[in-house]
């Protein structure tokens, strides 16, 4: 079982920097593939990027891919979302994931879900 708490959401202007973290309770962290996805009203939930267990293999939305970073601390438990130059159309509540095995864009194969972090983007 692992839970996860979202934290760093707020809002900001249109071509600054916001950062994300999801802190992970459990001892078995690293053994995680880890997830970012986002849902905007009145939208699904939509995948953003996703991390391997290792830190060393990472994939990305083309939406944010070159704007958007994603890491992980495995002693600290953390995976973090580094967000810049974010857009009006990043506007949306933020989720970590997670799950055993390969990195996937896949909403459906993550097992736990963060409550999720609002991210605001002004113009």
């Known amino acids: 079982q692992v839970q996860l708490i979202e934290s760093g959401g707020g809002s900001v202007q249109a071509g600054g920097s916001l950062s994300l973290s999801c802190a992970a309770s459990?001892?078995?962290?690293?053994?995680?593939?880890m997830g970012w996805f986002r849902q905007a009203p009145g939208k699904e939930r939509e995948f953003v990027a996703t991390?391997?267990?290792?830190?060393?293999?990472?994939n990305y939305a083309d939406s944010v891919k070159g704007r958007f970073t994603i890491s992980r601390d495995n002693a600290r438990n953390t995976v973090y979302l580094a967000m810049n130059s974010p857009k009006p159309e990043d506007t949306a509540v933020y989720y970590c994931?997670?799950?055993?095995?390969?990195?996937?864009?896949?909403?459906?194969?993550?097992?736990?879900w963060g409550q999720g972090t609002q991210v605001t983007v002004s113009s």
């Open positions: 459990g001892r078995t962290f690293s053994t995680y593939t």
């Open positions: 994931a997670a799950k055993i095995g390969a990195r996937t864009n896949k909403r459906g194969e993550y097992n736990y």
């Open positions: 991390i391997s267990g290792s830190g060393l293999s990472t």
